[in-house]
């Protein structure tokens, strides 16, 4: 199982590339490679959830979690420059990749750390963001839910990408169950962009 985007070392050869990203208006240069989610380019979800993405009115940093290579982090690092985003992922190929690719393009406001789930991230966070990866299994991603709601300050809000078809409807129901409020903040070609608020 250990070739798999969410194993903390995947077993697949090393074999990177570079693909270019545009995303809130920004070009960035992502190098990217085997053995990580979508290493052919930013992935349709990821792009609708950065672009969707509004900041909580509340001070407080941010938390990607299941980074990945970076895209979303360091999208939202760049258009937010006054808020640090903790970059998390529990795949040690994507965050060496996820710190390269801040590096690369000159995005010092971040903070990347391998982590299962949401060990080595902070509290009282604005936002929690996340694509999680749903073949990980429910259990998984649901504890993520769980676990970011700890983290996050009162006024703090998670923001999900997931597809209609791979569990929207009864993704929103459960974080009914723990956050205060909960909305679709946007419907795209199948694509949810849930936000959930916690008081």
Known sequence: MSNHYYSNRPDVES????????????????ETDRGVFSKSGVDFGSRVLMEAFQAPQIEGNFADVGCGYGPIGITLAKSFPDRVVHLVDVN??????????????????VRIDVSDGMEK???????VITNPPIRAGK????RFYVEAHERLASGGELW???QKKQGAPSTKD??????NEVEVAEKV?????LKAKKY
């Open 189 to 193: 070609k199948g694509y949810w962009i």
């Open 160 to 162: 999900v990408v997931i």
């Open 121 to 127: 991230v902070p509290t009282e966070l604005a936002a």
């Open 15 to 30: 074999n990177p590339s570079v693909i270019q990203h545009t995303g809130r208006g920004q070009k960035f240069t992502l």
């Open 174 to 179: 459960f974080l009914e169950q723990h956050f």
């Open 92 to 109: 040690e190929r994507a965050v060496e990749l996820a710190q390269k690719n801040a590096d690369r393009n000159g995005v010092q406001n």
């Open 139 to 142: 259990e998984t991603i649901f």
